[in-house]
C-alpha cells in the first residue's frame, strides 16, 4: 500500500429529512478500531440511502491548488450542490425556518481492523443549512477543519458510490462524467464502467507494450481480476475456465468477449450471465479498474490500495449461500478498502457478527428515525432469530399462513365456551401447528417425524 490510509470514522446528521433528531452512525467495531465492514439495516424509506449519500457529499474536497498556500478554501463536496437540492434536505415542519446540520469525522494513517500505532490525523467536515419560513433557502456553511500542514490538504480522499439502480455500460470508458462516482451515486444513477471494455483494454495494453516491465504490470493485473472473479462468482472454480477473447467480427460460431467455463463444462459468454452475475461481475471490475487507473504508476496491487467504497443494497440480486460470503471475499482481494453498504438480508448479518452494523428505527414519539450502533451481537444466532430480533423486527418467523393459524388459536381460546365445531377447529389447528419443522435441515425434519410416528404406533398398542 503506497496511499496514505484515510477513512470515516463518524456521521452525524440533525433535521435533515426523516432524521429529525441528532443521530450518529459509528463506523467502529466494538473495540473503537476502524471496521473493515459497516452494515446499515432499516425499513424502505427509512433514510439507509440518504446515510450513503451523506459519507459521499462529507468527503473533504480540494478544489484549489495545493501550492497556493494563500488560497485555501477547502469544504465539503454537499458545498456544490444546488439550492433546490440543499432546500429538499431540510427536514420541515411548522414553526417557520429550519437549519439542518451535518458533520463527518474522517481520520488518516489508521488501518482498518486494527489498533492504531502511529499518529493518526483527523479531519471534520461539516455543513449548516438554513431555510426561511417559504423553505428558500437562506445560509449555508460549510466548514472543515483540519490541520493546514497535514495530509487532507495534500492528498485526496478516495470515495466510490454505487447505488442500488447499478446500470450496465456498455463502450464507456471514454466517458468523462463516470471519473467521478458521487454525482451519478447521488442521484442514484449509478452507470458502470463496461466490464468487457475494461478487459479488451488491459488484454491490448498487455501485448502492445514494448517494455517487458508493462506487459508484466498488465498481465498481472488480468490475473487478478481473474481470481477475483473466481472467488466471488459462484460455480467459476479456476481462473484458467475464464477467457478474455477478442471481439467477433466474421465468424457465427465462436464467442468473443468475457467467456467463462462453468465447473458442468458449459461456456457462457458474458451477455448470458445472469443479472446478478453481470451485476457483481461489473461492479468488481469497475472498482478494480478505478483502483487500478489511480495507482497503477506507484503500487505494485493498485487492489490494495486504500478507498472508502458506499454500496446501497448490496444483497440485491444474491443467493443466499453469495450473500454469506460477499463481505469476506471482497475484503480478500480489497484488504484495504471501508466498505460501508445497506442490506436487507439476515445472512447479511449473520455474516457480520464481528464486524460493525447499524439499525435504523423510527421513533413515533419523536417523530424522527434513530440509529442503533452495534446492537446486541449475533454470533450463533440462526436466521429466524435474527429475523425476529431488532434487526428486522419481524413478530414471527414462520409464513403468514403459520401466524394466522396462531391468531386463529388464540381467538378461540379467548372463548369463554367453545362450540362443537369450534372443538373441531381448535383439534384441527393444534395438530397444524404441531407440524411445522424446528430442525436444521431436512435429514433431522425426517426423523423426528419418523420417532413421532413411532411413539404413536407404540402408545396404539
Not at 490510509?5 to 435533515?16: A, C, E, G, Q, W
Request: glycine letters at 4%; one cysteine or more.
Amino acid at each position: 500500500m503506497k496511499t496514505s490510509p484515510i477513512y470515516v470514522k463518524s456521521i452525524k446528521l440533525t433535521n435533515i429529512e426523516t432524521f429529525v433528531e441528532e443521530v450518529e452512525l459509528k463506523f467502529l467495531k466494538a473495540d473503537d478500531t476502524i471496521s473493515r465492514w459497516t452494515l446499515i439495516l432499516g425499513d424502505n424509506g427509512i433514510g439507509k440511502s440518504n446515510l450513503l449519500q451523506f459519507i459521499a457529499w462529507m468527503k473533504p474536497q480540494l478544489p484549489y491548488d495545493a501550492n497556493d498556500t494563500n488560497n485555501l478554501d477547502p469544504a465539503p463536496v454537499i458545498n456544490d450542490e444546488e439550492n433546490e437540492v440543499l432546500e429538499r434536505l431540510v427536514h420541515k415542519d411548522q414553526n417557520g425556518s429550519q437549519e439542518a446540520v451535518a458533520n463527518a469525522l474522517f481520520v488518516a494513517n489508521q488501518s482498518l481492523n486494527k489498533k492504531s500505532t502511529s499518529r493518526t490525523s483527523e479531519c471534520k467536515t461539516e455543513i449548516i443549512i438554513g431555510i426561511d419560513s417559504l423553505g428558500k433557502l437562506k445560509r449555508v456553511d460549510p466548514t472543515l477543519d483540519a490541520d493546514v500542514q497535514g495530509i487532507f490538504y495534500k492528498e485526496d480522499v478516495t470515495v466510490y458510490g454505487y447505488s442500488a439502480s447499478r446500470q450496465l455500460g456498455k463502450l464507456n470508458l471514454n466517458n468523462p462524467k463516470l471519473l467521478d462516482t458521487i454525482p451519478n451515486f447521488i442521484r442514484e444513477k449509478t452507470e458502470l464502467y463496461d466490464a468487457e471494455e475494461i478487459l479488451h483494454t488491459l488484454q491490448y495494453a498487455a501485448l502492445g507494450s514494448k517494455k517487458t516491465e508493462e506487459r508484466q504490470k498488465y498481465r498481472s493485473f488480468i490475473k487478478r481480476i481473474k481470481q477475483m472473479l473466481v472467488t466471488l462468482l459462484p460455480d467459476f472454480e479456476q481462473i484458467q475456465n475464464i477467457e478474455i477473447n477478442p471481439p467477433t467480427v466474421f465468424s457465427q460460431y465462436s464467442t468473443g468477449g468475457l467467456v467463462i467455463t462453468t465447473r458442468h463444462g458449459q461456456k457462457i459468454p458474458f451477455n448470458d450471465f445472469s443479472l446478478g452475475y453481470k451485476t457483481i461481475t461489473s461492479w468488481v471490475v469497475d472498482l478494480a479498474w478505478r483502483l487500478f487507473s489511480k495507482h497503477h504508476l506507484t503500487s505494485e496491487n493498485p487492489l490494495e490500495e486504500p478507498a472508502i467504497v458506499l454500496i446501497d443494497e448490496i444483497d440485491l440480486h444474491l443467493h443466499p449461500k453469495w450473500q454469506q460470503q460477499i463481505m469476506s471475499n471482497l475484503s480478500l482481494h480489497f484488504p484495504n478498502i471501508q466498505f460501508i453498504a445497506t442490506a436487507h438480508s439476515p445472512l447479511m448479518v449473520q455474516a457480520a457478527f464481528d464486524l460493525n452494523y447499524a439499525v435504523l428505527h423510527y421513533d413515533k414519539a419523536l417523530g424522527s428515525v434513530s440509529i442503533t450502533n452495534r446492537p446486541e451481537g449475533v454470533d450463533g444466532w440462526r436466521v429466524d432469530q435474527i429475523l425476529t430480533s431488532d434487526f428486522f423486527d419481524l413478530k414471527s418467523a414462520r409464513g403468514t399462513a403459520f401466524d394466522k393459524l396462531l391468531s386463529d388459536r388464540d381467538a378461540l381460546l379467548a372463548k369463554k365456551r367453545l362450540t362443537e365445531p369450534d372443538k373441531r377447529r381448535l383439534k384441527a389447528i393444534n395438530a397444524q401447528l404441531a407440524q411445522p419443522p424446528t430442525s436444521e435441515n431436512i435429514e433431522e425434519v425426517n426423523n423426528r417425524r419418523q420417532l413421532a410416528e413411532l411413539v404413536q404406533k407404540m402408545r396404539n398398542k
